[in-house]
């Protein structure tokens, strides 16, 4: 019986009523909070276990090439994004510094 095994059968005698919290986590050397941590964990992780999946087979493995070019890709649109917007301000300052703009340099203070 593996370690994780033994700890299952523990919690779920004790689950059951079969021996105390105390008795079992005396025989894996641990104290009694450390073992209700433990069980704890397991009951969330069986929990977890048992939602509901959708339908079907699970989607393969992502293609991590292709992850990190898809990635980049979303950066640099995010760069290009932000150099417009400094070209769009560049223009409309220049515009009102020109003269015979729609605002002049004493409205920008």
């Given at each position: 019986?593996?370690?994780?095994?033994?700890?299952?059968?523990?919690?779920?005698?004790?689950?059951?009523?079969?021996?105390?919290?105390?008795?079992?986590?005396?025989?894996?050397?641990?104290?009694?909070?450390?073992?209700?941590?433990?069980?704890?964990?397991?009951?969330?992780a069986l929990l977890n276990?048992?939602?509901?999946?959708?339908?079907?087979?699970?989607?393969?493995?992502?293609?991590?090439?292709?992850?990190?070019?898809?990635?980049?890709?979303?950066?640099?649109?995010?760069?290009?994004?932000?150099?417009?917007?400094?070209?769009?301000?560049?223009?409309?300052?220049?515009?009102?510094?020109?003269?015979?703009?729609?605002?002049?340099?004493?409205?920008?203070?």
């Amino acid at each position: 019986m593996t370690p994780s095994e033994k700890r299952a059968s523990l919690i779920l005698q004790v689950r059951t009523g079969q021996i105390t919290a105390q008795h079992a986590a005396q025989q894996l050397g641990i104290s009694r909070q450390a073992y209700y941590k433990w069980e704890k964990r397991a009951l969330k992780a069986l929990l977890n276990a048992l939602q509901d999946q959708p339908p079907g087979r699970p989607k393969g493995t992502a293609d991590p090439e292709k992850d990190q070019l898809k990635s980049r890709v979303e950066q640099l649109e995010r760069q290009v994004r932000l150099y417009e917007q400094r070209d769009e301000l560049r223009k409309l300052l220049k515009e009102m510094e020109e003269p015979g703009g729609s605002s002049t340099k004493k409205n920008c203070k």
